[in-house]
C-alpha cells in the first residue's frame, strides 16, 4: 500500500542556518536513497515556504483567490514522501527517520494511505466486468 | 430452552475472542469475522433446542463460524475489493473441515496475541483501544461497554465503527509486532489492560457490579497476555498489580463511602487474590531491573503484607516510588513519593516535600494535591490549615464517592474545632 508522508515543520523566518540545511539535505538524501535500493519509493520533495502558498476556493462558481496556506497552523506543510509499504507498522518506522526540521525546528510527519484510483470505473460499472486496478 | 442460551452466552464470554481472533486472520476484516461468528451463535441458538447441545459446544461454534465466513466472503466477493478477496479465497480453498480441524481452530494461540496488538495498536486512540479490545477479546457487547462506561451506546458503537475502519483503512498490521519494536508497543497493550481495571476500581460511580466486571475482564486479559508471553515479567508485574488491588475490592467502598487503606477492615481482604499476587509478584521480579509494573507491584505487596497499618514497611515504599518516579515522572507518583517520606521520614519532611513539588503552582488546580497536603497537615495536628486545604480539594473534586469521603474529613474537622 502507497502512503504519503506528510511533513510538518515550524518555519523561521530567513530559514534554516547553512550548517543545518546541509544537515538535512543529507538526511533525506540517504533516507531516499535506502527507500529506492529496498524498492519501496515512489517519491519525495520539499515544498517553498508558506510564504509562497495561493488559496483558491469556488464560491458561487467563481474562483476566489486569497494570500497564504489555507489554514494557519503552529507546522506548517513543508514536504511530502511516498513510500510503498506493506502495512502501517512500516510506514510508521520510515515516518519516523524523516528529518523534519526542513525549514527550521522540529516539526512532525503525518501518515495517510492513498487510496489510488481505479482505471476507468465507468467501464466497470457499465459491463460489470472487472477490471485491473492500481487501488 | 433456558440451558441453550446459557450455554451459548458461556462460550462467547469465554471463547469468542478466540474464535474471533481466528477469523479475523483467516478473512483479513474484523466486520467479517463478527459477522460470521455472529451468524454461527444465531444458528446454535436455532438447531441446539431440537439437536441437543453439541459435546464440544466451544468448538461447534468454531466450525460453524468458519463455514459461514466462506460464505460471507463468497457472498462479498464482488467487483469491490477484488484483489484482496482473491488473496482470502485462496486461503480459504485449502479449508476444509473435518476432525482435527476444530482442534486446530481453537489452537492458534498467536491469533488473540494479534488482535491484542492490533486493538491496541498505538495508530488508534486510547479509547478506541480499550472499547476494541473489551469488544473483541473480552467478548462484552457493545450496550455493556457503553453501560461500564457510562457513555450513551451511539457513541460507544461509533467509537468501535471508526477504529475499524481505521484499522482497514490504514493497513494497522494483524500481527505480533517484531522484536524489535515490542519495547514501544507491549506497554500500550498494558496500559489498555490497565485501565480497564482503574476504570472498574477507581471511579466508584455507576453500577457498581458493572464496575468489579470491568476489573474481572481486566484480570483475565492480564492471564490470557501471560499466558500467551510467560517470558515478560511486566506481564506478571501487571497481573500481580491487579490481583493485589483487587483483593481490597470488599474493603475499599463501605455503605457507599470510600474507606482509606489506613482505615479498611484487612479481614475483608481477599486472601487467595492476595496469595495469587504475591507468587506473581516473586516471579516477575526474579528477572533483573523492574520496569514500572513491577514496582508498582512491589509496593502494593508490601501493603498486603501488613497486618495492620503500622506494620506497613513505609522506608521501602518510599524507595519504591523513588524508583518509580524515574520511570515515569507524573504529578500522582510525586505525591505518592512524598506522601510514603510522611509515613516514612516524618510527616515535616512530607509536607516540605508535596509542599516543594507545588511551589510551582502548577498543581493548585489538581484535587489530589490538596487531599494529600489535608491529610499530612491533619496528622501534624494543625487542623486550620488542613480544612483550608480539605476545602480546596473538594472544590476541585468531581467523583461523588470521592468527594463524599473530602466532606467526611472536613466535617470531622470542624467539629473538632468547635470542640477545642
Known amino acids: 500500500m502507497r502512503y504519503m508522508m506528510l511533513i510538518y515543520s515550524k518555519e523561521q523566518p530567513g530559514g534554516l542556518e547553512q550548517e543545518a540545511s546541509q544537515r538535512n539535505y543529507v538526511g533525506h538524501r540517504a533516507l531516499m536513497d535506502e527507500a529506492a535500493r529496498k524498492g519501496i519509493f515512489v517519491a519525495a520533495e520539499p515544498l517553498a515556504p508558506t510564504s509562497s502558498a495561493t488559496t483558491v476556493r469556488v464560491e458561487n462558481g467563481k474562483a476566489v483567490v486569497t494570500d497564504g496556506p489555507f489554514a494557519e497552523t503552529k507546522e506548517q506543510l513543508a514536504g511530502y514522501y511516498i513510500l510503498n509499504c506493506e502495512s502501517l507498522d512500516e510506514a510508521i518506522e520510515w515516518a519516523a527517520r524523516i528529518p523534519t526540521m526542513c525549514k527550521g525546528g522540529e516539526g512532525c510527519v503525518e501518515i495517510r494511505p492513498l487510496l489510488g484510483i481505479p482505471v476507468r470505473p465507468e467501464l466497470e460499472v457499465a459491463t460489470g466486468q472487472a477490471v485491473a486496478g492500481n487501488g | ?420
Not at chain 2, 35 to 61: C, H, N, V, Y
Not at chain 2, 307 to 332: C, F
Request: hydrophobic share 45%.
Open chain 2, 1 to 420: 430452552m433456558a440451558d441453550v442460551r446459557s450455554v451459548a452466552e458461556a462460550v462467547f464470554r469465554q471463547e469468542s475472542g478466540r474464535i474471533l481472533a481466528g477469523l479475523i486472520r483467516i478473512s483479513g476484516s474484523f466486520d467479517r469475522a463478527e459477522e460470521a461468528m455472529q451468524e454461527a451463535f444465531s444458528t446454535a441458538l436455532a438447531t441446539w433446542p431440537e439437536k441437543g447441545i453439541p459435546e464440544s459446544a466451544a468448538g461447534w461454534i468454531t466450525t460453524t463460524a468458519h463455514r459461514k465466513l466462506i460464505d460471507v466472503v463468497r457472498r462479498d466477493n464482488i467487483w469491490r475489493e477484488k484483489q484482496t478477496s482473491l488473496r482470502y479465497a485462496a486461503e480459504l480453498a485449502g479449508f476444509s473441515p473435518g476432525p482435527d480441524l476444530e482442534d486446530s481452530l481453537m489452537n492458534f494461540p498467536d491469533d488473540r496475541l494479534r488482535l491484542i496488538f492490533t486493538c491496541c495498536h498505538p495508530a488508534l486512540n486510547q479509547e478506541a483501544q480499550i472499547a476494541l479490545t473489551l469488544r473483541t477479546l473480552g467478548g462484552l457487547t457493545t450496550p455493556e461497554i457503553a453501560k461500564a462506561f457510562l457513555l450513551p451506546e451511539p457513541t460507544l458503537a461509533q467509537r468501535i465503527v471508526r477504529a475499524k475502519r481505521k484499522i482497514q483503512e490504514a493497513h494497522i498490521p494483524y500481527e505480533v509486532p517484531p522484536t524489535h519494536l515490542l519495547p514501544e508497543r507491549l506497554p500500550s497493550v498494558q496500559a489498555v489492560i490497565y485501565l480497564i481495571f482503574n476504570e472498574g476500581y477507581t471511579a466508584a460511580s455507576g453500577d457498581q457490579l458493572v464496575r468489579i466486571d470491568l476489573c474481572s475482564e481486566a484480570i483475565r486479559l492480564a492471564r490470557v497476555l501471560c499466558d500467551l508471553m510467560p517470558a515478560e515479567p511486566e506481564n506478571l508485574a501487571l497481573l500481580a498489580l491487579m490481583f493485589l488491588h483487587h483483593s481490597r475490592r470488599y474493603a475499599r467502598i463501605r455503605r457507599g463511602e470510600l474507606v482509606t487503606l489506613e482505615e479498611q477492615d484487612r479481614s475483608l481482604w481477599d486472601q487467595t487474590a492476595i496469595r495469587e499476587g504475591l507468587t506473581l509478584v516473586e516471579k516477575a521480579l526474579a528477572s533483573g531491573a523492574p520496569g514500572p509494573y513491577q514496582l508498582q507491584a512491589a509496593i502494593a505487596a508490601l501493603h498486603a503484607q501488613a497486618r495492620t497499618p503500622e506494620q506497613t514497611d513505609w522506608p521501602q515504599i518510599a524507595e519504591l516510588y523513588e524508583k518509580l518516579l524515574e520511570h515515569n515522572p507524573s504529578r500522582v507518583i510525586a505525591l505518592n513519593h512524598a506522601v510514603a517520606i510522611a509515613m516514612s521520614a516524618g510527616l515535616e519532611a512530607g509536607l516540605k516535600r508535596i509542599d516543594d513539588s507545588g511551589a510551582t503552582g502548577e498543581l493548585n488546580d489538581y484535587y489530589l494535591f490538596h487531599a494529600a497536603r489535608a491529610d499530612i497537615l491533619r496528622r501534624l495536628n494543625r487542623p486550620t490549615e488542613a480544612a483550608e486545604a480539605y476545602g480546596r480539594a473538594l472544590a476541585l473534586a468531581t467523583n461523588q464517592v470521592e468527594r463524599n469521603f473530602l466532606d467526611r474529613r472536613l466535617r470531622h474537622l470542624n467539629r473538632l474545632s468547635e470542640l477545642g
